[in-house]
């Protein structure tokens, strides 16, 4: 059911308005409860099973006259394009549209917040060697992206991938495994750009991290070797395998030999750093290995050859920053059409939600997911008619969560925070039903941290544990901790200063998350701890996680759906859910601030049982071990959780085409990136 307009309101006589946006957003969001992502354990059986030599199935040759976009089609007219047989790969991958054939052209509008929120731009034109597939909204499985096939061995050791054959950059250079090498020897094993080789080729053996070996068979086929088995490879570089550019295993080598020592003198690279008002030749690459730096990240050089459906022609920090088509892109449609069916996306800059959500009432945005909330969906329901859109509604798999940091520089506060009663004291004060009802209009669950309703972790006990409202039993665990009331009804620290903790957030004027934001400092005061809730730019937020000069961080405790393709939140390794940052950096042997735990932290069992999973190629026994990670987490939550599986509402122009409501929004699955954007249209009827 879709209501708008006047039917709204026909529709909630005889109940409240909330009650009615309530069950109209589970019902369209049902389609993502628990049968849809015990599916997806079920859809990984080909790549991660116990024993046997296992591979991909491999499409035949698309059978028929691949066809372009009229502006292309007018390019190879003029002569400044080659055909388009002659730029799509023998054997294109072939996305079926999720609703229907689409068609080409036009601008595709939406809102970003700058150079710092670049990973939304990023998941709308991720490509990796192995990509998701949601072929709909009950299924995820994986499928061969920018490779045709590939093969691994009974224990997962070795793997072999195969590249399509005519596979070509955006500037229409060849791909080759020459790229897999220079990606490997030339940037990975060079300490100056990368202080640790990317994480899908750097395997933990016992206590020291391994480099796995790479080897071109020939010009199209590479095999991976890795130390011990990997079976958890796969739906890794599903996840992290595309961000931030080049993706994993490939570079566009004949483009960045220009910026590396090895082929460039250091002298000549320290006059490019220099024009770039850049302070040495190494962040041409980036900051301590994160590949965003000048050359090397898509989003900031539109120089950069891809693979991307779109790639950058206007760059962050512009109003608007602009991406347009690549006409060398390697995907095509059932009909043979090359995608992406839009020729170029628009961001417009902002800084206060209440901007957005005013273009979108507008007509505005054309397609936007991020930075849509369930505290916007009343109004965003309102609109539809006006602004000519729909509100889909998806499923997010993460909850709202604050980060009490045990690395924090203030020592009580860090011994406080380590301490798993204090914990107990700030989860139970907090009334996670009415923030549920109040902020998100009863579309959220008060939950604690934990994998998502239907996911293959998913725990129940996990998901109550320390999430009851009892503010009696939070000042009675405090009194025991000793941290006493003064005359104003703050408690006082054991060194005898107040006690105050300072919440860092980067959540936009005008967001929901604000108002829960103030909710949870009244309820932390009321049992005596004086809190203080400070907005921060997200850049200067990822530098005080990373370098652990934060007390408590606010954010999304997300990628629970498909918990063990990238289980960093639970080994406290993603910096930006803080809750022992150096300690992570210090497990992960990161280029940042490290600290090693003392021998009794219970992170060293969660660390030791990670370990284990990685390398345990059977499958049940690796799901157990996991569980049993889980349960360090179940005795003593590290984080606090507030509300989770917050309805997620996507606003579509009524023109818009090949999206729907059901699927789980989560950063594992890359959002919308999981339902392929290239193949997004406008002109739907």
């Not at 394009?81 to 799509?88: A, E, F, I, S, T």
């Not at 490779?147 to 399509?164: I, P």
């Not at 417009?348 to 957005?356: K, Q, R, T, W, Y």
């Not at 499958?619 to 507030?642: C, S, T, Y």
């Amino acid at each position: 059911m879709l209501v708008n307009g006047s039917g709204l309101v026909d529709a909630v006589k005889g109940g409240s308005r909330r009650d009615f946006l309530r069950k109209l957003a589970y019902g369209v969001a049902a389609a993502t409860s628990a049968a849809s992502v015990q599916a997806s354990a079920t859809a990984f059986a080909s790549s991660d099973a116990p024993g046997g030599s296992l591979s991909s199935p491999v499409a035949g040759p698309f059978q028929g006259a691949f066809k372009e976009a009229p502006m292309l089609a007018d390019m190879v007219k003029a002569g400044k394009l080659p055909p388009v047989d002659q730029r799509v790969p023998s054997n294109p991958r072939v996305i079926k549209p999720l609703e229907a054939v689409g068609k080409y052209g036009g601008t595709w509008h939406r809102a970003y917040r700058g150079p710092s929120d670049r990973v939304g731009p990023s998941k709308l034109v991720e490509e990796m060697l192995i990509d998701w597939d949601a072929p709909d909204t009950k299924t995820i499985g994986l499928v061969a992206n920018l490779v045709e096939k590939w093969e691994q061995n009974a224990d997962a050791s070795e793997y072999v991938f195969t590249l399509r054959q005519g596979l070509k950059w955006s500037d229409g250079a060849p791909v080759t495994t020459d790229d897999v090498m220079f990606w490997y020897e030339d940037i990975n094993q060079n300490k100056d750009i990368r202080p640790n080789a990317d994480a899908l080729i750097r395997q933990k053996v016992g206590a020291e991290f391994k480099i796995a070996t790479i080897v071109a068979v020939d010009a199209t086929t590479f095999k991976v070797t890795y130390a011990a088995p990997n079976p958890l490879l796969p739906i890794a570089i599903a996840k992290i395998g595309g961000f931030p550019n080049p993706p994993a295993f490939l570079a566009p080598s004949h483009y960045l030999k220009k910026f590396h020592p090895k082929y460039t003198s250091v002298d000549d690279l320290a006059k490019i750093a220099t024009e770039k008002n850049l302070p040495a030749w190494q962040a041409l690459w980036g900051d301590a290995g994160n590949m965003e730096g000048a050359i090397a990240f898509w989003f900031k050089n539109p120089e950069l050859p891809t693979l991307l459906p779109w790639k950058v022609t206007i760059p962050a920090p512009a109003d608007p920053c602009v991406l347009e088509r690549n006409p060398f892109y390697w995907q095509v449609d059932t009909e043979g059409n090359q995608l992406p069916y839009i020729d170029k996306i628009e961001h417009a800059f902002f800084e206060s939600l209440d901007v957005v959500n005013l273009w979108v009432a507008q007509g505005k945005i054309d397609m936007q997911m991020r930075h849509m909330s369930a505290g916007s969906y009343v109004f965003l329901k309102e609109n539809e008619a006006k602004g000519k859109y729909r509100v889909l509604n998806w499923r997010s798999a993460s909850t709202q969560a604050y980060f009490p940091n045990q690395n924090c520089p203030d020592p009580v506060l860090a011994k406080l925070f380590s301490t798993p009663e204090f914990r107990q004291a700030m989860n139970i004060s907090i009334n996670r039903d009415e923030i549920a009802e109040i902020v998100y209009n009863g579309l959220g669950v008060g939950r604690q941290a934990s994998p998502v309703t239907g996911s293959p972790e998913f725990d129940a006990d996990l998901v109550k544990m320390w999430a009851e409202y009892d503010p009696n039993k939070a000042n009675d665990l405090l009194d025991k901790l000793g941290l006493a009331k003064g005359s104003d009804g703050i408690r006082k620290r054991p060194d005898g200063k107040a006690l105050e903790v300072v919440v860092e957030h980067i959540s936009p004027t005008g967001s929901p998350e604000n108002d829960q934001h103030e909710l949870v400092k009244g309820y932390w005061e009321a049992i005596g701890i004086r809190a203080t809730m400070k907005a921060v730019e997200r850049s200067l937020y990822e530098e005080h996680c990373r370098t652990g000069e934060i007390e408590i961080g606010n954010w999304g405790f997300d990628r629970s759906s498909v918990v063990k393709a990238d289980p960093g939140r639970w080994l406290g390794t993603i910096q930006d859910g803080p809750w022992a940052p150096t300690y992570g950096n210090w497990y992960a042997k990161a280029a940042f601030k490290q600290e090693e735990p003392p021998a009794d932290h219970p992170i060293r069992k969660i660390w030791d049982l990670w370990d284990r999973v990685q390398v345990e190629p059977d499958e049940a026994r690796r799901n157990a071990l996991f569980q049993e990670l889980l349960g360090v987490h179940k005795a003593a939550p590290m984080v606090i959780g507030v509300v989770g599986e917050i309805v997620a509402p996507q606003v579509a122009a009524n023109a818009f085409g090949n999206t729907m409501a059901g699927y789980i929004a989560d950063d594992t699955l890359r959002d919308y990136g999981l339902i392929s954007p290239q193949q997004f249209y406008l002109g739907r009827t």
